[in-house]
């Protein structure tokens, strides 16, 4: 039987984040976690993403304190890049291990949704 | 829709963007850049064989740096800017300078004639472009067959060696800026 999310085994695994539920929030850490420094521009082009949806899902992993925001200027045009925060990046190694685990959990032999 | 499959979805998805933003290396003009300063540097050890040392001398460590700039002005204009990436060229660029003055302190010293210092200062490059080809960017392999084949080359013809090699690795860097679409289309700021 597949695993609910409402299933407490599945909000029992450890390093689970709620706000990493989102593909889009779960791609900007993935990809920044593989680059240095991405820019508001190129991460609303490699995630096809409108303005306005970007900016709120960026907002919502700054606040958490996934990712940093640092404002540059080119051709006195401000350019927003964006990094992960050493605490972003262990709390997204930690997700991705948990899903993992989900994955696995659920492809074994035993079925039983859990690790 | 069962949340497995939500989250198999997802990664996909995640799949998908990081594929998008795989960078197949520098900018194509850090490649043009070598290859207009080997066109130059490599036959003048047939034509003026006493300006060589003082040419890379100074287009060594300046074209580190011009390197290094245009690396940096293609991130910014890309949008996606890797430091470590950018510490880890430095490192293995900075470190093969280092053994290439290193070499050359075995010519200063008279144990080894200079054309000996000038080969092995090839087969150094190559070494150098065939491990960046492996653990830094792969089109730099074109860099390390040139150079290997240029070793050969100066070895081999028994006059204007150095400038048929400097012509054999000036087209080996044209082709590894041209292979694998280095020039990835700058995002509007």
């Given at each position: 039987?597949?695993?609910?999310?409402?299933?407490p085994?599945?909000r029992?695994?450890?390093?689970?984040?709620?706000?990493l539920?989102?593909?889009?929030?779960?791609?900007?850490?993935v990809?920044?976690?593989?680059?240095g420094?991405?820019?508001?521009?190129?991460?609303?082009?490699?995630l096809?993403?409108t303005?306005?949806?970007?900016?709120?899902?960026?907002?919502?992993?700054?606040?958490a304190?996934?990712?940093?925001?640092?404002?540059?200027?080119?051709?006195?045009?401000?350019?927003?890049?964006?990094?992960?925060?050493p605490?972003?990046?262990?709390?997204?190694?930690?997700?991705?291990?948990?899903?993992?685990?989900?994955?696995?959990?659920?492809?074994?032999?035993?079925?039983?949704?859990?690790? | 829709?069962n949340?497995?499959?939500?989250?198999?979805?997802?990664?996909?998805?995640?799949?998908?963007?990081?594929?998008?933003?795989?960078?197949?290396?520098?900018p194509?003009s850090?490649?043009?850049?070598?290859?207009?300063?080997?066109?130059?540097g490599?036959?003048?050890?047939?034509?003026?064989?006493?300006?060589?040392?003082?040419?890379?001398?100074?287009l060594?460590?300046?074209?580190g740096l011009?390197?290094?700039?245009?690396?940096?002005?293609?991130?910014?204009?890309t949008?996606?800017?890797?430091?470590d990436?950018g510490?880890?060229?430095?490192?293995?660029?900075?470190g093969?300078?280092?053994?290439?003055?290193?070499?050359?302190?075995?010519?200063?010293?008279?144990?080894?004639?200079?054309?000996?210092?000038?080969l092995?200062?090839?087969?150094?490059?190559?070494?150098?472009?065939?491990?960046?080809?492996?653990?830094?960017?792969?089109?730099?392999?074109w860099?390390a067959?040139?150079?290997?084949a240029?070793?050969?080359?100066?070895?081999?013809?028994p006059?204007?060696?150095?400038t048929?090699?400097?012509?054999?690795?000036?087209?080996?860097?044209?082709?590894a800026?041209?292979?694998?679409?280095?020039?990835?289309?700058?995002?509007?700021?």
């Amino acid at each position: 039987m597949s695993p609910s999310r409402s299933d407490p085994a599945w909000r029992a695994l450890d390093g689970l984040e709620k706000l990493l539920d989102h593909r889009v929030r779960l791609a900007i850490c993935v990809l920044l976690s593989r680059n240095g420094s991405i820019s508001f521009q190129r991460l609303k082009q490699l995630l096809d993403e409108t303005d306005g949806s970007l900016g709120a899902h960026l907002r919502k992993l700054e606040d958490a304190g996934f990712i940093r925001a640092e404002k540059t200027y080119r051709d006195r045009r401000p350019i927003t890049w964006y990094s992960m925060a050493p605490a972003g990046r262990k709390r997204l190694r930690s997700h991705l291990g948990a899903l993992e685990r989900v994955i696995r959990g659920v492809g074994a032999p035993d079925g039983d949704g859990g690790r | 829709m069962n949340d497995t499959r939500r989250i198999e979805e997802d990664l996909e998805y995640v799949r998908g963007a990081v594929a998008r933003s795989e960078r197949p290396g520098g900018p194509r003009s850090i490649y043009w850049f070598w290859a207009v300063v080997v066109l130059v540097g490599f036959p003048l050890a047939d034509l003026a064989p006493d300006l060589v040392g003082w040419y890379w001398a100074v287009l060594g460590p300046v074209g580190g740096l011009i390197s290094a700039r245009l690396g940096w002005k293609h991130a910014r204009a890309t949008g996606q800017a890797d430091r470590d990436l950018g510490h880890r060229h430095m490192l293995h660029w900075t470190g093969l300078m280092v053994v290439i003055f290193a070499s050359v302190v075995m010519g200063i010293a008279g144990r080894v004639s200079w054309d000996a210092v000038d080969l092995m200062i090839v087969l150094l490059l190559t070494l150098s472009y065939f491990l960046a080809g492996v653990h830094l960017d792969r089109r730099m392999m074109w860099g390390a067959g040139a150079m290997l084949a240029a070793y050969f080359l100066a070895l081999a013809l028994p006059a204007w060696g150095w400038t048929v090699s400097g012509v054999v690795v000036a087209t080996g860097l044209v082709i590894a800026g041209t292979s694998g679409g280095g020039a990835r289309v700058a995002v509007p700021q």
